[in-house]
């Protein structure tokens, strides 16, 4: 029997409740620290845009996947499929007058419909920064030690950071058709390396026998700087922009051993991201216990020209639910009371968690039907306790949610009496005789 279609999710998405959203919060915290620590400062734009925003940063197959919908003047808008648009807009507009370089944060959710893969995601929290204003080499190693040492605040330690450059894909594949390139390039973001090779065994003729040999070992070209050297071998194939590509690379290596991070970083000349706003270098991270990426990002210096404020800029992501699954953690604990208490002591219950609360405790409380006499009168109590018989309202017995630190009932008992906690007891008695509490 088919499920009500009302109590499923839509296809591509997750509920998330009780510790998985602690789960959550922690590591949000986490990266929202490490960013802060580099001098970077949270923003907030709106889940909906217009689609002609995203028309400046996405490719075609891209926009297609947007999730759209109209306004009531007949605009199309669009749920935001990524945040790095939206924050060009929002720098060549409201942000216009502010300093440079802008050092940006976020943790916002976006949406595109689901591609052939079953495991994609339809809504992704994507945790990101963003550098505007600022075209050095070491503003590219920023983004990759800050990944690094995001990662590593949330106690990895077996991940690895691809690193490549769309420039030196580009010039290399400059040298053959445009019909040829354009498979090469979806190959490359799609990581299909049999569609690639086939491809480039079809460029067939003999003058082009030694650069077919170049892009058939483009792909493969992965390690530490003895990989460059050989990227800058092949680029004597290609034009001047290879070998510049290649320089860009090797300045962005130099300043990540200087920030320490460079045994976590690899370098990968295959490395093709699938946003067409992308210019220089670029870079994704892997944990070993998965095997999808965990963050991406990479240089996009001509994005802000299409918004009217032409700067250079480099940014990064991470993925916060892919982190969820790659991030152990304890079971979360919580510092909260958990006070239940009769209907006649519900005056001094609920008085007595107003001061905690004040005194920054967290505390839940919950009516607790013991007896007969104290259910009389009670609408929603059961009717054999002498109430109106709606079933669930109260509990048969003392309720504790999880996670709790410290549990208490405070019982009718010739007056008011806190039991189950010896502290909670001293407190309570103290709050009775309108004493201060002890912190």
């Not at 800029?313 to 208490?341: F, K, M, N, W």
């Amino acid at each position: 029997m088919m499920m009500k279609r009302f109590l499923e999710r839509p296809r591509g998405t997750r509920d998330f409740a009780l510790s998985e959203m602690q789960h959550r919060a922690a590591i949000e915290r986490a990266l929202q620290k490490e960013f802060g620590q580099w001098g970077y400062q949270p923003i907030e734009t709106p889940m909906l845009e217009y689609a002609a925003t995203f028309a400046k940063g996405l490719h075609e197959g891209e926009e297609e996947r947007m999730y759209r919908l109209f306004d009531a003047a007949g605009q199309t808008l669009a749920l935001r499929p990524e945040m790095t648009t939206p924050v060009a807009r929002l720098a060549a507009t409201v942000l216009s007058e502010e300093p440079l370089p802008l050092r940006l944060c976020y943790s916002a959710k976006t949406y595109r419909e689901q591609g052939p893969l079953a495991h994609e995601a339809a809504e992704v929290t994507q945790v990101g920064v963003e550098l505007l204003g600022d075209d050095s080499a070491d503003a590219d190693a920023e983004m990759i030690a800050m990944m690094v040492g995001g990662l590593a605040r949330l106690g990895l330690s077996e991940f690895r950071i691809a690193l490549g450059h769309v420039g030196y894909v580009s010039a290399m594949l400059d040298q053959v058709g445009r019909k040829a390139r354009e498979l090469l390039v979806g190959a490359l973001m799609e990581r299909d390396l049999v569609t690639y090779e086939r491809t480039v065994r079809g460029i067939s003729s003999e003058s082009e026998s030694d650069l077919c040999s170049a892009l058939l070992e483009l792909p493969h070209i992965r390690g530490g700087r003895e990989a460059l050297q050989r990227a800058r071998v092949l680029s004597q194939s290609g034009d001047n922009a290879a070998r510049m590509a290649c320089d860009d690379m090797f300045d962005v290596w130099q300043a990540l051993c200087e920030h320490g991070v460079e045994r976590y970083v690899q370098f990968d000349l295959g490395l093709y991201p699938n946003h067409d706003y992308y210019t220089g270098v670029v870079m994704e991270g892997y944990v070993d216990r998965l095997g999808q990426r965990i963050c991406y990002g990479g240089r996009y210096d001509h994005l802000l020209a299409k918004f009217g404020r032409p700067l250079p800029a480099t940014g990064c992501v991470l993925h916060l639910e892919r982190l969820q699954d790659a991030v152990e953690v304890s079971a979360p604990t919580r510092d909260l009371i958990a006070l239940s208490y009769e209907p006649a002591c519900r005056a001094d219950a609920l008085g007595f968690a107003r001061e905690l609360r004040s005194r920054g405790y967290q505390v839940a409380t919950t009516l607790y039907l013991a007896d007969e006499d104290s259910a009389k009168g009670l609408k929603g109590a059961p009717e054999e306790l002498g109430g109106s018989g709606t079933q669930g309202r109260y509990p048969a017995a003392p309720v504790a949610p999880r996670g709790v630190s410290r549990s208490a009932m405070i019982w009718d008992r010739s007056g008011p009496t806190l039991q189950g906690d010896a502290l909670l007891a001293e407190m309570f008695a103290q709050f009775q005789d309108r004493r201060p509490m002890p912190c």
